[in-house]
Nanobody, 126 residues
Framework: QVQLVESGGRLVQAGDSLRLSCVGS????????MGWFRQAPGKERQFVAS????????YYAEAVKGRFTISKDDIKNTLYLEMGNVKPDDTAVYYC???????????????????WGQGTQVTVSA
């Protein structure tokens, strides 16, 4: 069974840093572009960051550019999101996802990702 499992979400204060992890199982994800998305209560799921399957191309939402960093470890089949200088507006459930086919470029579209994790809650207090 193909699966993505996120972890690392917690309650933090504004200005803190934390790292989210997403471990894949059931197949290798090293040939798939991956991404992070988030969803706040009452809002649509939105793009946060994505990385190409090779790892050389990364996209970020304007709201997180300069504060968040996406990376992956193909040996560990794990995707990461380093979150720095977090703000209350970053509060959301964070999801990792894999693109629909192998060897594709990174994407910012929710519909391009077909394998999703269950999400991890990040709460930032003021």
């Amino acid at each position: 069974q193909v699966q993505l499992v996120e972890s690392g979400g917690r309650l933090v204060q504004a200005g803190d840093s934390l790292r989210l992890s997403c471990v894949g199982s059931g197949r290798t994800f090293k040939t798939y572009a991956m991404g992070w998305f988030r969803q706040a209560p009452g809002k649509e799921r939105q793009f946060v960051a994505s990385i190409s399957w090779i790892g050389e191309t990364k996209y970020y939402a304007e709201a997180v550019k300069g504060r968040f960093t996406i990376s992956k470890d193909d040996i560990k089949n794990t995707l990461y999101l380093e979150m720095g200088n977090v703000k209350p507006d970053d509060t959301a459930v964070y999801y990792c996802a894999a693109r629909d086919q192998e060897y594709l470029v990174a994407s910012m579209k929710v519909s391009d990702f077909t394998v999703w994790g269950q999400g991890t809650q990040v709460t930032v207090s003021a």
